[in-house]
Structures are given as C-alpha cells and as structure tokens.
C-alpha cells in the first residue's frame, strides 16, 4: 500500500508484535517516525473521513487517525493495548476509571506533535480535538482492533453499550 517510511513503520510494527514488550517495541518505532514527522507527512494517503486503515491482521492494525476541529469522541475501550502517536496537531484524551458498568472521568492527558501515549488493554479513553485545525496522529493497536468485541459510554447517560462506529459517530459532540 505504501513505501518508504510507513511502510517501514508497519513492519516495524509487525515485528513488535514477537518483542518480549510489544508496547514498548511499537513505542520504540513510533518514536522514530514522529521525531521527524515529515517524512512520515509527506507518504499520508489521501483518505476521506477521520480513519484510514494502514495496516490490519490479527495481531497488529496500524491506523492514522484525522480527528475533527472542536469535536469530542465517546469514552470507549479497545481490549487490547495501543500506542497513540501525534504528527500534527493535539488529541485531549481524557482517561476514565472503571466502577463496576459504570466510568469515573480521572483526567485529561494533551498530546501534540512528536509526543506519544500508551493505553492498556481496559483503558477507558475519550479523544477531543480542541482546535480549529484537524489533528493527525498514528493510532496503533496491538490485535485486529475492528473485529473486537469492545465497549463504548454515552457521556450523558453513563450507560454502557457494545462498541459500534455507527453509535460512536452518533454520540461526537463539539468540545467548544
Ligand atoms: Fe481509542
């Protein structure tokens, strides 16, 4: 799909995936992509929406995320660590803790161009972008993140629900 630097970051990826630390082995290849972002910039495929799917399997999926001017995702959960990298722009993630069904907001975490987060398998994250340029980061998960069975908060009910893009989108509000 692609050449040159993302590609060598998806197999940079690929092969973190047998490291004894996963999450630290994909951190070690993000952080070499992000501290010189524009050669990882300048290979960005055209894509429309806010996901575009770098790389999928059963162990890793690679993903560069556009996340919207002054908008607020759900809180949601993965099942699986991931590694979150900036190449533009910030992402607010605002972490939650778990109390029974229910999320508790913790705290909020801004992340910005070269910096990079790493989530655990039952993290619970919500990500804003609080400006008025779109964000662009790599979002990197260590599984197939689209075929999980995970699980997604509405904010304003505190309910649970199964993940579903169609409920997440749903429940985007502006951060403003
Ligand atoms: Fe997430």
């Known amino acids: 799909m692609t ?9 940079a990826c690929r092969e973190a995936t047998s490291a004894a630390d996963p999450t630290q082995a994909v951190r070690d290849a993000l952080s070499m992509a992000v501290a010189r972002p524009d050669g990882v910039l300048a290979e960005v495929p055209e894509f ?14 690679v993903f560069l995320v556009r996340q919207t001017p002054n908008t607020a995702g759900p809180p949601h959960d993965h099942g699986m660590p991931a590694v979150i990298a900036m190449l533009e722009g910030v992402e607010i993630h605002r972490h939650f803790r778990r ?6 907001l913790e705290r909020e975490e801004t992340v910005g161009p070269g910096q990079m987060l790493s989530l655990g398998p039952d993290d619970v994250h919500a990500i804003a972008n609080p400006d008025d340029t779109a964000s662009l980061g790599v979002h990197v998960y260590l599984g197939d993140i689209v075929g999980r069975e995970r699980t997604l908060w ?8 199964a993940f579903s893009v169609g409920d997440y989108d749903r429940m985007v509000t502006s951060w403003r």
């Open 3 to 11: 050449d040159g630097v993302l590609k060598r970051l998806i197999e």
């Open 48 to 61: 429309e929406g806010e996901d575009c799917i770098l790389h999928r399997e059963s162990a890793v999926s």
């Open 99 to 104: 109390d029974g069904d229910e999320i508790v």
């Open 154 to 161: 509405d904010l304003r009910s505190g309910a649970a629900m």
